[in-house]
């Protein structure tokens, strides 16, 4: 796994597959920073060094102006002077800037860095101090790193605790981040890291679902399944076929393949099915692929209503 690159904040898009650490760490906009406080410390926030006005002064000093600039060094591959404008950018209290500083000292090479402190933990204490200063984004980016660090090359040991992941993704949640609220019902479902709470993993999911997010209106469906228990329920039925009918409208792969598992279930027209199954297929849906192929053939459809993954397995082809 490389390092993080940076995508515009407010970026994340409910319903697109995600692909590359990009959008994880990049997309995910508003991060604080107080002067005195961007450091390398995992955890506690850390002290920044250097920066300040001198970094602004080729911008002007003004911040919207002084953005414009760092986001132009950064797509000229002047990374390290990009950094120093957003480093100062972020200790006058621009969270965007902290995102930014946060990405790409990351990885910055030492040739570029200069006084610059550069690291994992350095971008981490900039996440958390989003946090800690109500940014969603800065919650959900911090409890990712605790969740998904496992992916890195090479992997990076998780200092957070169980209850700590499931914290910060709470606090992105009650922030209404729709990627904290899916990942909040994903260990409230499953028992990752928290007592396994189906009411409040429900409860999770349907802010994320509300808010467009397609991956929540999957795993929301076959919670309900869940929770439900056996026997024929008409209306809890209809809800979970209403749920996979937004997240395919909005573009989710597994969204179409568990409509095509309803439609078959119920008798439903075998140009429909197929045609839901291809849908899946072309949206990166391999399982799909193979149905198609064997329900082509005549074969009997094998497929059972699937809940998402987590958000790290639609992240692991990361960016070059």
Not at 154 to 183: K, M, N, Q
Not at 260 to 273: F, K, S, T
Request: glycine share 14%; charged share 25%.
């Amino acid at each position: 796994m490389r390092g993080l690159s940076l995508a515009e904040p407010g970026a994340y898009r409910a319903g697109v597959r995600w692909s590359g650490w990009s959008l994880v760490f990049g997309c995910l906009g508003t991060l604080g920073c107080v002067a005195g406080g961007c450091g390398a410390s995992f955890g506690s926030g850390g002290s920044a060094t250097g920066g300040g006005d001198d970094d602004l002064a080729s911008c002007g000093g003004d911040p919207i102006a002084c953005t414009a600039h760092g986001i132009e060094q950064k797509e000229q591959g002047k990374l390290g002077d990009a950094a120093r404008t957003f480093r100062a950018l972020c200790l006058k209290g621009d969270g965007h800037a902290c995102v930014r500083q946060g990405s790409i000292v990351q990885s910055l090479k030492p040739e570029e860095a200069g006084d610059l402190e550069t690291g994992r933990d350095v971008s981490a204490s900039l996440m958390r101090r989003g946090c800690d200063l109500g940014s969603p984004n800065g919650c959900f980016l911090y409890a990712s790193m605790f969740e998904y660090g496992h992916v890195f090359d090479p992997p990076w040991p998780s200092p957070g605790t169980p209850d700590e992941r499931h914290e910060f993704f709470r606090r992105g949640c009650e922030l209404a981040f729709p990627p904290s609220c899916f990942s909040l019902g994903q260990i409230l479902h499953e028992g990752r890291g928290a007592m396994v709470d189906g009411a409040a993993a429900r409860a999770a999911y349907e802010r994320s679902c509300d808010a467009d997010f397609q991956q929540a209106c999957v795993s929301l469906s076959v919670l309900e399944r869940e929770l439900a228990g056996d026997g024929e329920d008409a209306e809890l039925d209809a809800r979970v076929r209403r749920l996979n009918e937004k997240a395919c409208t909005l573009g989710g792969a597994l969204g179409c393949a568990n409509l095509a598992v309803l439609e078959h279930v119920a008798g439903g027209p075998r140009a429909r099915i197929e045609g839901l199954l291809r849908q899946a297929c072309d949206r990166g849906d391999a399982s799909s692929c193979e149905a198609v192929k064997h329900w082509s053939g005549g074969e009997a459809l094998s497929l059972e209503l699937r809940a998402e993954r987590p958000l790290v397995q639609e992240i692991l082809d990361a960016d070059e």
